[in-house]
T-cell receptor, first 111, second 115 residues
Framework: SQTIHQWPATLVQPVGSPLSLECTVE??????LYWYRQAAGRGLQLLFY??????ISSEVPQNLSASRPQDRQFILSSKKLLLSDSGFYLC??????????FGPGTRLTVL | AQSVAQPEDQVNVAEGNPLTVKCTYS??????LFWYVQYPNRGLQFLLK??????LVKGSYGFEAEFNKSQTSFHLKKPSALVSDSALYFC?????????????FGTGTRLLVSP
């Protein structure tokens, strides 16, 4: 069966510091991968998606970037965090079917 | 553009009573619709989906959803609510204008089931 991991689970960072969030998927190959942000505990905003290694598309201009160095690894980064980057970051995967499956999320607080 | 609306910010129901969480959609062509549930500080869990076929879709944890094309609705239902069903529920539609299976989510409905 497939499993998706995200770490860290929680993170508190000062404004201006760098960021690296990691997402890995087990039990499948060549998945589509997605990064979402959930602000204020409600709406989900798609940030990035990837259909393969090194293939990243951005949905919304952000202070963030994404990379996919390996088939089942998806990384969300920032060089300098802003207060507005605070939120709950969710990674999701899809393989073949229509359903996206989500990871446990990372709670980021920027102070 | 494809979209879904969840008109209720919160739904309150007593344990044992039936529950309904509403969702309406706006799409061109046939919709692909989904329901997810989110418990506090957790990721989203897939409940069920409608792609084609029977208008009544059965999913996880005893939930079901009814697709109604004439009313452009996809309401989530459960015959008998449990306190443990209390969570945040999201309706979503697949955006067919993109080639990567983008999901467009509603704003979420908080379900509170009282003992």
């Amino acid at each position: 069966s497939q499993t998706i991991h995200q770490w860290p689970a929680t993170l508190v960072q000062p404004v201006g510091s760098p960021l690296s969030l990691e997402c890995t998927v087990e039990g499948t190959s060549n998945p589509n991968l997605y990064w979402y942000r959930q602000a204020a505990g409600r709406g989900l905003q798609l940030l990035f998606y990837s259909v393969g290694i090194g293939q990243i598309s951005s949905e919304v201009p952000q202070n963030l970037s994404a990379s996919r160095p390996q088939d089942r690894q998806f990384i969300l980064s920032s060089k300098k965090l802003l207060l507005s980057d605070s939120g709950f970051y969710l990674c999701a995967w899809r393989r073949g079917g229509d359903t996206q499956y989500f990871g446990p999320g990372t709670r980021l607080t920027v102070l | 553009a494809q979209s879904v609306a969840q008109p209720e910010d919160q739904v309150n129901v007593a344990e044992g009573n039936p529950l309904t969480v509403k969702c309406t959609y706006s799409v061109s062509g046939n919709p692909y619709l989904f329901w997810y549930v989110q418990y506090p500080n957790r990721g989203l869990q897939f409940l069920l989906k409608y792609i084609t076929g029977d208008n009544l879709v059965k999913g996880s944890y005893g939930f079901e959803a009814e697709f109604n094309k004439s009313q452009t609705s996809f309401h989530l239902k459960k015959p008998s609510a449990l306190v443990s069903d209390s969570a945040l529920y999201f309706c979503a539609v697949r955006d067919k204008d993109t080639g990567f299976q983008k999901l467009v989510f509603g704003t979420g409905t908080r379900l509170l089931v009282s003992p």
